[in-house]
């Protein structure tokens, strides 16, 4: 025992057993913050991944919002606009028919070509057609701006795309003229109640 008390005693064996202690303290501490290390990096992982997808979410929440208040504007437009959109196709060969007595030029055919559908956003209750025509007059250029006049004053949307003028030099008051128009249809889908 006498041997133990001298070395206990003895000053550099109480700072190699402090040293030793905190070694061995050091190595429990690194063992666990290791492992505490590596649990902060995965947390901070998933931190990290889980604000990406709140600002995915966010932003798509945001499209969202503006597509729908889009989508409303658009709606109310529409609503606004109703009466400027033909129903039926007779209505626009009607119109046709009162522009050309009107300005007394000579309709020769109004030549219908296939329609293309457009769906309007949200709206189940309707949907556009958009109708392409070429008609085929004989008239002379007076009269030809007259007919142009009363399709741009017309409060129904009717688009002129071409027009073609076959030039009557023998007769300058009988030209032979193709218009091209689109004009879109406002149809009502019929629902089952």
Request: overall charge neutral; some cysteine; charged content about 25%.
């Amino acid at each position: 025992m006498t041997k133990i008390n001298e070395l206990i005693k003895n000053p550099r064996v109480k700072i190699a057993g402090i040293a030793l202690l905190i070694i061995l303290l050091s190595l429990i501490f690194l063992k666990f913050s290791g492992a505490l290390w590596a649990k902060n990096n995965s947390l901070k992982e998933q931190i990290k991944k889980a604000g990406e997808e709140i600002n995915r979410a966010a932003k798509i929440s945001s499209t969202q919002e503006t597509l729908d208040s889009e989508v409303q504007k658009l709606n109310e437009q529409i609503a606004l606009a109703q009466d400027n959109f033909f129903q039926n196709v007779e209505d626009i060969f009607s119109s046709l028919n009162h522009f050309a007595q009107e300005t007394k030029l000579s309709m020769q055919s109004i030549n219908p070509e296939e329609r293309t559908r457009t769906e309007v956003p949200n709206r189940n209750d309707m949907y556009l057609e958009i109708l392409p025509l070429t008609l085929k007059l004989n008239c002379d250029f007076r009269q030809l701006l007259a007919f142009l006049g009363l399709i741009e004053k017309s409060k129904k949307n009717i688009s002129v795309t071409s027009i073609n003028i076959q030039n009557n030099p023998q007769d300058i008051w009988n030209h032979r003229i193709d218009i091209e128009l689109k004009t879109p249809l406002l149809i009502y889908a019929k629902t089952n109640e």
